[in-house]
């Protein structure tokens, strides 16, 4: 969610995701055994976004997705991906 969050106030820039996903695995997941899990989740929410934002504005059609605050809309498009995408077993 950290990762999302800092890309999407960063201006939306996939140039920069990688130094994004370095620095909130060194400062929020250091003793993760498994870090690649982060950026598999990342990755594959931004490989989706076009269609989890229209999920997210065709169920809160009075909400644009510009207008949701930053931090829920990273939290709904992250659930979207692990709901719809994600590895279920």
Do not use: C
């Not at 976004?49 to 065709?58: G, K, P, S, T, V």
């Not at 644009?64 to 077993?89: C, F, K, T």
């Amino acid at each position: 969610m950290q990762s999302l969050y800092e890309w999407d106030f960063k201006g939306r820039d996939n140039a920069k995701l990688p130094e994004i996903l370095e620095y909130t695995i060194r400062e929020f997941g250091s003793d993760l055994q498994e870090p690649q899990f982060i950026i598999d989740l990342v990755r594959g929410t931004l490989e989706h976004i076009a269609e989890i934002d229209a999920i997210i504005e065709r169920a809160a059609p009075q909400w644009p997705i510009g207008q949701i605050a930053m931090v829920d809309r990273n939290v709904l498009r992250l659930g979207l991906y692990e709901l719809m995408w994600g590895d279920h077993e």
